[in-house]
């Protein structure tokens, strides 16, 4: 069992930052591929990064790339999203998501074993 708590969500101006967090329970965190989705009102949770449990393979979605990135810190039980250059289309409940095969399952809402409760990130233009 994985428990996931979110933090560092709230309101920024358009092209600001934010660091997002995930601290979870367990001794097994470091056995977890771990990653990062979203959902807006109205549409579907969807993907937004991941990243594998030990050897930092990452994935970013196309929308993210090159302005949100992914880490973690396996001593501290830690995941982490660094947004920056945020856009109002950015806006959105961020969820923290642990899957136990690989980074790349991790991209797959279906596959996701472990889910937070979400953080909400507005971006204001």
């Known amino acids: 069992q994985v428990q996931l708590v979110e933090s560092g969500g709230g309101l920024v101006q358009a092209g600001g930052s934010l660091r997002l967090s995930c601290a979870a329970s367990?001794?097994?965190?470091?056995?977890?591929?771990m990653a990062w989705f979203r959902q807006a009102p109205g549409k579907e949770r969807e993907f937004v990064a991941s990243?594998?449990?030990?050897?930092?393979?990452?994935y970013h979605a196309d929308s993210v790339r090159g302005r949100f990135t992914i880490s973690r810190d396996n001593a501290k039980n830690t995941l982490y999203l660094q947004m920056s250059s945020l856009k109002s289309e950015d806006t959105a409940v961020y969820y923290c998501a642990a899957e136990g095969t690989s980074a790349l399952s991790a991209t797959m809402a279906r596959k996701i074993d472990y889910w937070g409760q979400g953080t909400q990130v507005t971006v204001s233009s």
């Open positions: 367990g001794r097994t965190f470091s056995s977890y591929a």
């Open positions: 990243i594998s449990s030990r050897s930092g393979i990452t």
